[in-house]
């Protein structure tokens, strides 16, 4: 069974920072691409950014670029979203997400 827990997330002021960890087990970690999809209140799911299998190519939401940064830890089945220079706009529910499966999500909230 696929499990994907994410965690680390909190109330930040905008400016912050934030580390989000996703912890993934039930598949082929290291082989798969994983992902970073947010929802923020009341809107749709918004994909936010793309880790390859080995961690050597990201991608990155438009509206995040430049400002989170993505990586993995193959070693351990775990998956980061390093945010800095967060904005209230980030605010949202914030999920790792593979083939379709989305896991227990991390509330993060960014406001004075």
């Known amino acids: 069974e696929v499990q994907l827990v994410a965690s680390g997330g909190g109330l930040v002021q905008p400016g912050g920072s934030l580390r989000l960890s996703c912890a993934a087990s039930?598949?082929?970690?290291?082989?798969?691409?994983m992902d970073w999809v947010r929802q923020a209140p009341g809107k749709g799911l918004e994909w936010v950014s793309s880790?390859?299998?080995?961690?050597?190519?990201?991608t990155y939401a438009s509206s995040v670029k430049g400002r989170f940064t993505a990586s993995r830890d193959n070693a351990k089945n775990t998956l980061h979203l390093q945010m800095n220079s967060l904005k209230p706009e980030d605010t949202a529910v914030y999920y790792c997400e593979y083939n379709g499966v989305r896991g227990q999500g991390t509330q993060v909230t960014v406001s004075s």
């Open positions: 039930g598949f082929a970690f290291s082989i798969n691409t």
């Open positions: 880790v390859s299998s080995g961690g050597y190519r990201t």
